[in-house]
């Protein structure tokens, strides 16, 4: 099925089984940028749609996993080729539903286009090696097996590539999925599993099922046939189906979720750099990225410079639907998106931050149906404990500048939040970023750049709780295996490891 485009959007189904299935109840997507616009129309779908779906899946996978890994990844590659020829129209597609500037929409379709390179790529690498036994005649093995049924479930600000870092490795390893992409994003989803139905992959090998988290998502966290559940999307939501998910001990949970990220710059820090660093890294998806820099820690000998510096750069970011070219910042997803960041701000204000620049609410002429806000920036020359604007995730164009006395305290700061996703430092001193990326708690670290930038190929992951220790992209292929471990005698008498007797 091609997209259907009626005046309401594109009409996207659940896929199940090889088939589009409509569905009684259905909820639109809207533009952010232009809340008239009406994306598309999705299924509201059941619990029962999730179970038929998981199903399917279960019964795919008894011949998926037959298949050779060559063989999937050649059908991995046709998917690659069709993300070639689209890529200019799920980039406007992005924007549309997701409200990023073009140029970021558009990374976010390379970012995909690239996962579905590395990962066509692995199917001719090894997927498991040979070892030496303590006993001559064993041959011993390490291979991989696939789990079975696989729940993707995936947040809205990176629509495209991050169902990508969790569905082709499954697929890979010969495992079946169930993708449940976010109710503010169901176009996107829905976009790619044309492609993945045109690419040629079996009925049943990848299903969807659009819908709420606590309908749609919760079912398919519950359902008993399912092997693994690879989630990325915030704390709260991760941390409850971690242990929802618990109750069924073979029931494997890897959560990507949230941060309090920071750029520290230290005293001799190339201040052009930082100034640049740490705009990209507070602005860019306006400051809605897992990474988004929300924490700027700033050696006190160059803080006021370096402040002046990054409040005139701030104060440039223009504002607006990121169809338009000359757009740094499109708006907010939604209008929980503004309340979040408006709570956030009135705590920075509570607790004695020092505004900056004091971002407003854009409601007037071209702004009038978007969810726009300007940056908002505030000082703490002085760190303060326990502050909840300092610790929390804004998720949204909030800034906070603090000044510290040194690259140690620097560290403190940093540290002094649940999360540990990712850290930059700004520094010409290989001796001090040594010493940071070793005392700091991140799962993505960077030198010299924003704390934004993920390439496939490295692991995407958090420490603390801002994940549970299984990173997507590059190493997600350890958790939709199970590795095993396979031992063959070629003796004709038994001999046992450790010097164990068999005499009986
Ligand atoms: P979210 O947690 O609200 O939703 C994520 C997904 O979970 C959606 O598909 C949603 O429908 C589903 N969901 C919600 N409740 C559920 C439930 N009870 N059971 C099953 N599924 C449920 O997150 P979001 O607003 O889409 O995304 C923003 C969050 O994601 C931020 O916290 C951001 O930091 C985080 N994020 C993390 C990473 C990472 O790799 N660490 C990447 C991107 C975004």
Redesign the pocket.
């Known amino acids: 099925m091609n997209s259907v485009q009626t005046i309401s959007g594109i009409q996207a189904r659940n896929y199940i089984d090889g088939q589009w299935v409509a569905s009684a109840r259905q909820f639109e997507s809207l533009n952010p940028a232009d809340t008239r616009e009406v994306v598309g129309v999705a299924p509201l779908s059941t619990a029962a749609d999730a179970a038929q779906a998981v199903e399917a899946a279960k019964r795919a996978f008894e011949t998926w996993r037959e298949q050779s890994w060559v063989r999937r990844a050649e059908i991995i590659d046709n998917f690659a080729q069709l993300m070639k020829r689209d890529l200019e129209e799920m980039s406007r597609l992005v924007t549309r539903e997701c409200g990023k500037p073009l140029n970021e929409g558009r990374a976010d379709v390379v970012e995909a286009l690239h996962m579905a390179q590395y990962v066509a790529g692995m199917g001719r690498q090894p997927n498991g090696f040979a070892v030496s036994s303590e006993i001559p005649a064993k041959d011993a093995f390490i291979l991989r097996k696939p789990k079975g049924v696989i729940v993707c ?6 629509p495209v590539a ?1 169902p990508l ?1 969790a569905i082709l490795p499954s697929v890979l390893a010969g495992n079946t999925v169930v993708f ?5 994003t169901p176009i996107c989803g829905h976009k790619l599993m044309e492609l993945f139905a045109e690419a040629g992959f079996p009925p049943g090998v990848i299903n969807i099922v659009h ?4 309908e ?3 079912a ?2 519950k359902h008993p046939d399912v092997a693994a559940i690879l ?8 941390k ?2 971690q242990q ?1 998910a618990a109750v069924d001990l073979y029931k494997f949970v890897a959560t ?4 309090k990220n920071a750029t520290i710059v230290l005293a001799d820090a190339d201040l052009d750099i930082a100034v640049n660093a740490c705009v990209l890294g507070a602005f860019k998806t306006s400051g ?5 820099s929300g924490r700027l820690i700033v050696d006190r000998k160059i803080e006021p410079k370096f402040t002046q510096m990054f409040l005139d750069k701030a104060r440039r970011v223009r504002v607006g639907n990121g169809l338009r070219d000359d757009v740094f910042m499109g708006p907010l ?1 939604n209008q929980d998106g503004i309340a979040k960041w408006k709570h956030h701000n009135a705590r920075a204000t509570e607790e004695g931050g020092e505004v900056l620049l004091d971002g407003k609410h854009l409601t007037d002429g071209d702004y009038a149906y978007g969810h726009f806000v300007e940056p908002f920036v505030y000082r703490f020359k002085q760190y303060k404990q326990s502050t909840f604007c300092l610790r929390e ?1 804004a ?1 949204s164009p909030h800034v906070a500048i603090i000044g510290v006395d040194g690259m140690e305290e620097a560290v403190r700061v940093y540290n002094d939040t649940e999360y540990g ?1 990712s850290m930059a430092v700004i520094t010409e001193d290989y001796r001090k970023w040594r010493w940071v990326r070793d005392h700091a708690d991140y799962g993505l670290g960077y030198v010299n750049l924003p704390s934004i930038g993920a390439e496939v190929h490295l692991p ?3 420490v603390k709780s ?2 549970n220790g299984h ?2 992209a590059e190493g997600i292929i350890d958790s939709v295996t199970h590795r095993i471990a396979f031992t063959v005698n070629h003796a004709r008498e038994i001999v046992m490891a450790q010097g164990l007797s068999t005499k009986v």
């Open positions: 479930i995936t947040p809205w600000n990176f991050i870092w449940k992409p976010s109710e503010e819908g709420t988290g606590e749609a998502g919760d398919l966290v989630f990325t999307g915030s704390r709260a939501v991760g409850y189906i929802t990507e979720m949230g941060g809605q990225r897992c990474v988004s997803i995730e998720f996703l995407f992951g958090g801002s994940g990173p997507g």
